[in-house]
């Protein structure tokens, strides 16, 4: 019988024996037996492509499908995480669970990149599959993990106006700096400067946080009227 269940291979064997009405020789004949093994052709474990992922911050999620290679004869939950990059990526659902009516049925997980504000530069996360069922064909498997590669949208820098500033003397110009990521520390930008008899900034320093990174702040340009 061709099932969908792990049976493992097993050996049979079929007795011969001889019976006649009238031909006692046939009567007579010793038994004998016949050895056949059957192979069993299912096996446990989980069909997936274990080739790698790429997600980016800010872009669209990759789902990539699970199901089982045979029928079980309990329940089977496949666990996915990583141990690595995990703040980097979402993985849902976590958890996939397989009965016996929908083994063979495709099942989703859908990989995110989570979308923060730092600068973190491209990361690779270890996607590790572990098996928990009361089956002892599956409880046992072994699973393949696969890579998935997060790509940054974040980047270091000063928003500001760059454009070249023109003061007349008396008389200032406001100016607003603020930074293009949050910062992993404190960033403190200086303003130096030639000509103090001339020019004044203030304040002559700004220094930014996890909490104001993304808050304009303002810095005043003054010609020193010299009359």
């Known amino acids: 019988n061709n099932d969908a269940f792990v049976n493992g291979d097993v050996t049979a064997t079929v007795t011969l024996s001889t019976s006649s009405e009238g031909d006692s020789i046939y009567n007579e004949l010793e038994s004998v037996t016949l050895p056949i093994t059957i192979i069993d052709n299912d096996v446990a474990g989980v069909e997936y492509l274990t080739t790698g992922l790429t997600v980016t911050e800010g872009g669209d999620s990759v789902t990539r499908a699970f199901k089982l290679k045979s029928q079980p004869a309990s ?17 849902s659902p976590s958890q996939l669970t397989f009965t016996q009516s929908d083994w063979n049925e495709l099942k989703h997980v859908t990989f995110t990149a989570v979308n923060d504000d730092t600068v973190n530069g491209t990361t690779m996360s270890i996607i590790n599959i572990a ?3 009361s089956d002892k064909s599956y409880s046992d498997i072994s699973t393949t993990s696969f890579n998935v590669i997060v790509n940054d949208n974040d980047t270091s820098g000063l928003v500001y106006v760059s ?4 003061i007349t003397e008396g008389s200032h110009v406001v ?32 220094t930014f946080t996890k909490s104001n990174w993304n808050v304009e702040h303002a810095v005043t340009f003054s010609a020193v009227d010299n009359i």
């Open 163 to 166: 454009s070249p500033v023109t």
């Open 131 to 133: 098996v928990s069922s």
């Open 75 to 91: 329940d089977v939950t496949l666990h996915l995480s990583t141990d690595k990059y995990a703040e980097r990526i979402t993985i």
């Open 175 to 206: 100016r607003t700096f603020k930074l293009k990521s949050e910062p992993k520390f404190n960033v403190t930008v200086n303003f130096n400067y030639e000509h103090d008899d001339r020019l004044s900034v203030s304040p002559s320093y700004i």
